[in-house]
């Protein structure tokens, strides 16, 4: 397994991980048809390529050999860094492929500059809640974020340098 910075190639990839993510993740959380339309916006291709491209964005993915099996979508910004989405396919979990791409954007991230990294997840995803306390991240705050014209609660965790 290798952690290496996405390509535009990687972008069918990507999505077909974030699909499969939220189908097995979210089934409590959202509806089947606004995970699907969530999925189509964050990962439209023409979007994925403008962040894989972009100097302020960073997504490494995990690359199992076989093709990417997980990925990171994270900003810089005013707060150091922000982890908005990590993913690793359902048949890959327990593998510490989640932890190698968080650690290598944690490295990233703090080589850029990063004193403090924040990480979104959605509060109901009690899953991804216990990773980023178990990496060390503090919760810090309660936000929303809208999927499919929907809001929904997001904790925010800090983890400083």
């Not at 390529?49 to 910004?77: N, R, Y």
């Not at 990233?108 to 500059?113: H, I, M």
């Not at 509060?123 to 060390?136: K, Q, T, V, W």
């Amino acid at each position: 397994m290798i952690v290496r910075e996405a390509m535009v190639d990687d972008i069918d990839a990507i999505e077909a991980v974030a699909r499969a993510s939220w189908e097995t993740d979210y089934p409590a959380i959202l509806s089947r048809e606004t995970a699907r339309e969530g999925v189509e916006e964050w990962y439209d291709a023409d979007r994925l390529a403008a962040e894989i491209e972009s100097d302020d964005a960073l997504v490494p993915v995990a690359d199992g050999g076989d093709g990417v099996v997980g990925f990171v979508h994270a900003v810089e910004d005013e707060a150091g860094g922000t982890i908005l989405r990590l993913y690793v396919a359902p048949e890959h979990r327990r593998e510490g492929v989640g932890g190698d791409l968080l650690d290598h954007t944690r490295e990233v991230l703090a080589e850029r500059g990063a004193e403090q990294i924040r990480a979104m997840v959605l509060a109901e995803n009690e899953p991804g809640n216990e990773f980023y306390r178990r990496h060390g991240f503090e919760l810090v705050e309660e936000s929303e974020t809208v999927i499919a014209a929907t809001s929904y609660r997001e904790n925010v965790y800090v983890s400083e340098r």
